[in-house]
């Protein structure tokens, strides 16, 4: 007995306005069960949409360039009737993700974090060009008819919202589109008319110097680069460099490694820097919070989730580990290696990249010394790791070979200060030199 199935975009974690990169079938195609159909982008990874059913397609009903949403109708499907399901009443789940101990090839700086906990907007777009710092427009001040919602977008692109003559809404309301609008004005003119913006960079023509060849950014790329330009002119940050012993804490991980089967998922050095990180967090409350909106208070965190940045072929993703102070090494080991796999192969949906506290950007399989990342905000600090190295250390009597490894703690300073943030990396120093302490 056979069905008509609609096939459907699952569960993508409040995200809407889903950009369809490609269109993998077509009517008349036969398709396997979680079969890619499709690939969709949004400002944060690029996903391949399974099938939910099996069977023969019958109509798409989208296209390259369409954007799509949670629920939003993909195709049907002549499939066989499972017992108990009626016709189009099948929905599209995500992927089964392919455990592998494939470890995450880290960047130099983070992507921005998927938004969280936001107002709905009434306006169909949630994509935000890059803001210029001191959007403001002269005239005298008004009230800005405007929901919260618009007036929160206004303030993330650094608008001032009471300097935006009349909305396009009902009775001149102020919407998101009339937001943007004003941005790309004020960008177009390269300075803002107080004169109190940024000039643009001028534009070169490089052809003339010699032959050159166009490649257009991938969303991920240009999205977050916009994000990391918002940041920067934003949030003032300080960062902090350090050096580790991690020579015992090495013998240790090794020691566990080789009692493992050829099959099990292997410790790395990142599993303990996640768990010296969660415990110096569970010590210094304010590196689990964020800013308010209003600036005036911290929202503090009672959950521990660890954003980890991943290298991709599209671009730097930051997939989550929630809930890891409640995790023993070999599962948080399992997980990573689970979602870089999936990173990776574009099978991470929206939901898997929210809800970060805190984030680390590892270098240590490519090399360094040290770097200045960039905080991944709403967070207010951000670990990066490079390559540990056998140095030689005093120890009062002689010099000893010791493996050091070097630490870059880049810390928002409107809500940690220097000597804060000196502490919470001395008591990071402190767990990973002796890992037993994280048992007290």
Known sequence: MTALVEIKVPDVGNITDIDVVEVAIHPGDVIALEQTIATLETDKASMDLPSSAA???QEVFIKPGDKVSEGSLIATVLAEAKPGLEAGTEKAGAAKPEESAAQPAAPTETPPEPSVNKAPAPAPS??????EPAMIASGP???????PAVRLFARELGVDISKISTGSGRKGRILKDDVK???KRVMAEGT???GGGIPAIPVVDFSQFGEIEEQKLSKIKRLTGQNMSRIWLNLPMVTYHEEVDITEMEKFRNALNAEKAKDETKITGLIFIVKALIAAMQKFPSF???LAGDGEKLIMKKYFNIG???DTPNGLVVPVLRNVNTKGINEIAAELAEKSEKARQGKLMPADMQGGCLTISSLGGIGGTAFTPIVNAPEVAILGVTRAKMQPLWNGSEFVPRLM????LTYDHRVIDGAEGARFMAAIKQYLSDIRRLLL
Do not use: Q, Y
């Open 308 to 310: 980890i940045a991943v």
């Open 126 to 131: 949630t994509i935000k060009p890059a803001p």
């Open 288 to 290: 689990n919070s964020s």
């Open 181 to 183: 609008n004003f941005v």
């Open 192 to 194: 803002a008319p107080s």
């Open 55 to 57: 069977g023969a397609v």
């Open 405 to 408: 490894l070097p630490l870059d």
């Open 141 to 147: 001040v008004r009230t800005a008819h405007a929901t």
